[in-house]
């Protein structure tokens, strides 16, 4: 029997299916995550200005709650917000009031005084973001910058703009994630974004230690063998691999795990001539990817970060949007009432 | 001491029509011979079922120490409301009931607050650190009925078989929830498809499995009698079928939310069924309803965990683990009935003679019985809010749902434990 009260399902989108916060892909169709690629290729032209704003998100306020360091994606979804004329509070929850024994609660209660209109989160934590969008009150817009293994759908839509400007589109696409998807709250999305979207085939390659426990039930192949797992691949996407994994008895050594899982031009060689080569950063070289390949003329790495800011100014606008339409329809229904 | 002569009601199990009086606490008559005697009270159960009191052998009071989780006095009056009449207190207290002295604080308390009977588990180990044994003789003595080491694990196999081996001594009873600590981990929910697709840490089934095959062949050696408390596993079921069959003296029972719920609960990120073992999947939950259909689980218990509402609102992996259950057991329990997956005899069994056995006790409708029962309404429906809970914890299973099963009398030691009011 599922318990799941049947309005958590639509926690993040509104009665008439827009976007109100962006927690997960999980429960967003094809057409919306097409709008939401669409509505970033508007805003690429933006970035291309010498003035590079847009008033969408004037006098709003849009804080970024950061309970884990990030450089790339707080300064993304930071430019982001500034593009959309939107004033923008950079937390960094790490060093303050969490460690001084605050509660989560208490410290979105405070933040809430402050009047803001948009929290962008990112947490250690599955499921904070939906904590969080459960906790504020109606109107604030919750946008997940990652949570724990969970979701981050941010950089998996960027990841598919990126792959769409490349490739034209996603029919008949073979992609492979290459790493340590268990801890992996990217690839979980990148899965996701990509089998909505219609990509051929998902597979994933990775030691059986890194993989999480029945993973083709998230709409992926698994393939054990980096050598056999290259064969035809249109893009292949590298996942970082932390240090800590050799301390947690997941892996042998660095020095094993690419000299089987690491991509270089040898293995890069064994795929479609085209494929481009993709890596949610930040890269260690020499651990999952040789610099020849990161720097080379298949790797589309920085053009995954240009991306960024358009996805992120893409959701920040539309979930939004959503807020907005949501209030202005309480409204009429309170006058009419 | 008054009587009481409750009319018009049927016996759950066999679903006949019966008379029951209650006179000195105890069951004076059954049938027509009640039928004939007068009583000072007569209570109308006309479309009510009877049951013997039901026997929680899992059961957190939260007292002493966490008085902002629960308490005996609330805690108990709960389990009344659920139609429980005896409950099995865990040692997980603060202190923990390591001692004779908490072990009699506790039943003081209980003797002047309690609505039903109180039998506290003591701790098995000292401050159920898993490392020194506990003063089992002596808590015993002062009225444990068993020993455990609640909700925290032994630290290794050698500790446990000595564990075992100083219980069996004395003839003590030993309950334990399997899990292996390595391999439990950090984890804290099915390591199955939710898990995975959420990111969720998880427990794998080998983390239950692998201890209920260490459990099984320690006390196949100490000769100790061993209770497995709150299986969650398919795998485990079997291993608990073959130890019986072997002559291994073993007992198990799981918890009712377990025979409810499966990991798909957790799909929400729903921090109120963050429960330890966690829901795992649809297989494990058939296995479970077969063996309590079969009898080779012999008791399902309410595995009550009352919490303050901070302690249930963080993210998910933040949260503490437990249900507050005691209230709905009876309702989850008829609501599997009418969906055929238990029967109205095992479940009747599995909440009163089964449990009632593993400790050494009995729990019938029978003349000269001491009166705990309790008289439900199978077809009236109550809702768990606010208003209708008397546990601390509000974080019940299936909350503002139309549950069938309203507990209309609870009689423990033929006094009135619910409702509060006079008939």
């Known amino acids: 029997m599922t318990a799941t009260d049947p309005s958590k399902t639509s926690l993040q989108l509104t009665a008439d299916g827009q976007l109100r916060h962006f927690l997960t892909l999980d429960g967003l169709n094809r057409a919306l995550l097409t709008e939401i690629l669409d509505t970033a290729d508007s805003f690429i032209e933006v970035g291309e200005r010498s003035i590079k704003k847009v008033p969408l998100l004037r006098g ?278 | 001491m008054s009587s009481l002569k409750i009319i018009g009601g049927r016996l759950a199990d066999t679903n006949a029509e019966t008379t029951v009086l209650v006179r000195n606490g105890r069951i004076a008559a059954l049938g027509e011979a009640a039928g004939k005697e007068p009583a000072d009270h007569d209570f109308d159960a006309t479309g009510c079922l009877l049951t013997p009191g039901f026997v929680d052998l899992c059961c957190n009071l939260r007292e002493p120490g966490n008085g902002q989780k629960g308490n005996i006095a609330s805690e108990s009056l709960a389990a009344a409301h659920g139609g429980f009449t005896t409950l099995c207190a865990s040692p997980d207290t603060s202190p923990v009931n390591d001692s004779g002295a908490v072990t009699n604080l506790i039943l003081d308390v209980a003797a002047k607050r309690s609505s039903v009977r109180v039998l506290p588990v003591g701790a098995i180990t000292r401050g159920l650190e898993g490392e020194l044994l506990s003063d089992m003789a002596g808590l015993a003595g002062a009225g444990c009925i068993a020993l455990g080491n609640g909700a925290r694990p032994v630290k290794n196999a050698r500790v446990l078989r000595r564990c075992m081996a100083y219980a069996r001594t004395f003839g003590l009873t030993v309950m334990f929830s399997p899990e292996n600590q390595a391999l439990a981990a950090d984890g804290y929910a099915h390591d199955g498809l939710v898990a995975s697709r959420l990111g969720l840490l998880g427990i794998p089934e080998v983390a239950e499995t692998a201890a209920v095959m260490e459990m099984l062949l320690l006390a196949e050696e100490t000769g100790v009698r061993l209770h497995l408390g709150q299986l969650s596993c398919a795998r485990s079921v079997e291993m608990l079928a073959d130890a019986r069959k072997r002559g291994i003296a073993v007992t198990a029972d799981v918890a009712m939310h377990q025979l409810m719920f499966t990991e798909d609960a957790l799909s929400g990120f729903d921090s109120r069924y963050h429960v330890r073992p966690p829901l795992r999947s649809e297989k494990d939950r058939q296995a479970l309803l077969g063996g309590v259909r079969d009898g080779v689980i012999d008791a399902i218990t309410s595995q009550h965990q009352p919490h303050d509402s901070a302690a249930k609102q963080a993210p998910l992996a933040a949260t503490e683990p437990g249900l507050s259950t005691i209230e709905s057991t009876l309702s989850m329990g008829l609501l599997l009935v009418e969906r055929g997956d238990l029967d109205m005899g095992s479940l009747i069994r599995s909440l009163t003679g089964g449990p009632a056995e593993v400790i050494g006790r009995s729990a019938e409708l029978r003349q000269g019985a001491v009166a705990d029962l309790c008289v439900f309404d199978p077809d009236a429906t109550w809702v768990p809010n606010d208003s209708s809970l008397n546990s601390v914890g509000r974080h019940v299973p299936l909350p503002g749902k139309a549950l069938p099963g309203l507990v209309r009398l609870t009689l423990c030691d033929g006094r009135q434990a619910w409702p509060q009011s006079d008939l």
């Open chain 1, 60 to 337: 709003r306020t849009v804080v970024n709650l950061f309970f884990e360091s990030s450089t790339r994606t707080r300064s993304t979804f930071e430019l982001a917000a500034k593009r959309l004329s939107a004033d923008v509070l950079n937390l960094d929850i790490n060093t303050s009031a969490t460690s001084k024994g605050e509660s989560l609660s208490d410290t979105l209660l405070n933040l809430e005084a402050m009047a803001s209109d948009m929290f962008v989160v990112r947490h250690s934590q599955s499921g904070a973001p939906h904590f969080i969008a459960e906790s504020v009150t109606p109107g604030v817009a919750i946008i997940n910058a990652g949570d724990g293994r969970h979701a981050h759908p941010t950089q998996a839509m960027l990841d598919m703009l990126t792959i769409r400007q490349h490739k034209g589109g996603f029919e008949g696409l073979k992609v492979a994630i290459v790493g340590d998807v268990l801890h992996s709250r990217v690839a979980r999305s990148q899965i996701r974004a990509l089998n909505e979207l219609g990509a051929a085939e998902v597979r994933v390659i990775a030691p059986a230690t890194l993989l999480p426990r029945d993973v083709e039930s998230l709409g992926c192949t698994v393939e054990y063998d980096m050598t056999r797992g290259m064969k035809d691949l249109d893009v292949v996407i590298m996942l970082r691999l932390q240090k800590e994994r050799m301390e947690g008895a997941l892996l042998p050594s660095e020095r094993e795990f690419y000299r089987l899982y690491g991509l270089n031009q040898e293995k890069l060689a064994l795929a479609h001539p085209e494929c481009i080569v993709m890596h949610p950063g930040p890269i260690n070289r020499g651990v999952e990817i040789e610099s020849a390949v990161a720097d080379g003329p298949q790797s589309v790495i920085l053009n995954q970060v240009t991306n960024g800011i358009a996805i992120r100014m893409a959701v920040m606008s539309m979930a939004m949007g959503g807020q907005m339409a949501e209030r202005s329809r309480k409204l009429a229904g309170r006058a009419q009432g």
